[in-house]
């Protein structure tokens, strides 16, 4: 009976500490190495604090919540027992920011001329792609033809066809590196001029939601995504880009396996501000002056939590409204920038008109117990009322390099 009980109590504890084992190694990837807090010990709003509990080094390190922009170590601890890993805990005031949800138009100009397609031409020697056989990539970045700089697609155009058919040596940043592809333009057939069979682009236009701006700096941030280029999906290089204003004109509703979209048109060419960075998590820049918005404290990502919140988005004109949806999942991990929560809107109205979360919709702020969270991102395309958001701590971030 002894040894029964005993190989019950062994099984047990052997299972369990699997269990915590498994445990701790999956908190371990999930759980990101710095967190910031506001005047207050770290800890989850989100069912994270349901299993993870922090304890501070030491009491003195803890002493530095009295002040701002300090740092002290915590250990994260799986059920307050078991060790998980150390983060690194940042103090700071905490940041108030205007909150806008309003369509904006940005106009970019690349930073070179990107390659974006290829065709075969009908040239002497028959049909043929001499950019494309010679090596030339979609997504290319030219940066020079023959040691001469190119900014504009009439660039690229005037070296092709004043190349006599001569080996033209062209220098493109590929996967940031830089590469030399030798092209040789041919004669048309009917003896029109030389021609090398690729398609280039050196700006691009669109609409998007302009999430926050700084009131105390004036730097914005907008869309929660890159802008990329439609045809090579890549994120567009630029040298130089503007915002200005702008009014949703259409909606195309969202469906099961086809993404909506808004249609908009530009209502100024007046500069609204100047766009200084394009990445994996928006759009950036700095305004030329304030233009409204609602003034709301930023949370960061720990004081979030699976529940009700709201959009502001514009579906239609200029007029910015709210909208109900649910947080259903959060993801601290350090993997994406990005897709840090999955959402779900709920709103009845919206549902109408959109579908849920369409195209041009990226960058809409997402308010949570009066703070923002976050900003509207992805939509999935199988469901049109569910898509991906973005931390606002991470926008933030990002954003103070517009200073």
């Known amino acids: 009976m002894f040894y029964r009980i005993y190989r019950i109590i062994t099984a047990f504890f052997i299972a369990f500490t699997v269990f915590a084992m498994t445990a701790v190694l999956a908190f371990q990837q999930v759980l990101p190495d710095r967190f910031f807090v506001n005047e207050k010990d770290l800890d989850f709003a989100s069912s994270y604090g349901k299993f993870i509990t922090f304890e501070a080094e030491s009491a003195a390190a803890k002493s530095v919540l009295n002040s701002f922009e300090d740092s002290y170590t915590a250990t994260a601890k799986l ?10 805990v940042t103090v700071t005031d905490q940041k108030i920011v205007k909150v806008c949800g309003t369509p904006f ?10 390659v974006v397609d290829f065709s075969k031409i009908s040239a002497e020697c028959g049909n043929c792609c001499p950019a494309e056989e010679a090596g030339l990539l979609e997504g290319d970045l030219i940066k020079k033809i023959d040691g001469g700089e190119v900014f504009t697609n009439e660039d690229v155009a005037e070296k092709i066809e004043n190349s006599g058919g001569e080996t033209l040596r062209i220098t493109v940043i590929r996967n940031g590196e830089t590469v030399s592809v ?13 021609k090398a069979g690729f398609w280039v682009r050196d700006s691009s236009a669109g609409i998007g939601t302009l999430t926050f701006y700084d009131p105390e700096n004036l730097s914005f941030a907008g869309l929660g995504h890159a802008v990329c280029d439609v045809d090579t999906g890549t994120v567009l290089p630029f040298s130089s880009g503007e915002i200005v204003t702008a009014a949703i004109t259409k909606v195309k509703k969202g469906t099961a396996g086809a993404p909506g979209e808004l249609g908009g048109t530009f ?5 609204l501000g100047t766009v200084k960075i394009n990445n994996e998590t928006g759009l950036y820049g700095t305004l030329e002056y304030e233009i409204g918005g609602i003034s709301v404290p930023l949370a960061p990502k720990q004081e979030i939590y699976e529940g009700a919140a709201v959009i502001l988005s514009t579906i239609d004109g200029t007029e910015t409204a709210e909208y109900d949806i649910v947080i259903e999942k ?3 991990s350090d993997d994406s920038l990005t897709k840090n929560m999955i959402i779900r809107v709920t709103d009845e109205d919206l549902i109408e008109v959109t579908g849920g979360i369409v195209q041009g919709m990226s960058g809409s ?12 991102t992805h939509v999935f395309v199988n469901d049109p009322t569910k ?10 971030e990002m954003s103070k390099k517009c200073r």
């Open 79 to 88: 059920m307050g027992v078991f060790p998980v890993k150390e983060v690194s």
């Open 182 to 194: 030798s092209v040789t333009p041919e004669m048309l057939a009917d003896g029109s001029g030389y």
């Open 365 to 376: 702020p997402i308010i949570q117990d009066g703070k923002l969270v976050g900003a509207v």
């Open 105 to 114: 138009g940005v106009k970019m100009f690349t930073d070179g001329v990107l």
């Open 330 to 332: 959060i993801s601290l």
């Open 267 to 271: 209502t100024s060419t007046e500069r």
């Open 387 to 396: 898509g991906y958001a973005i931390f606002a701590e991470n926008m933030l």
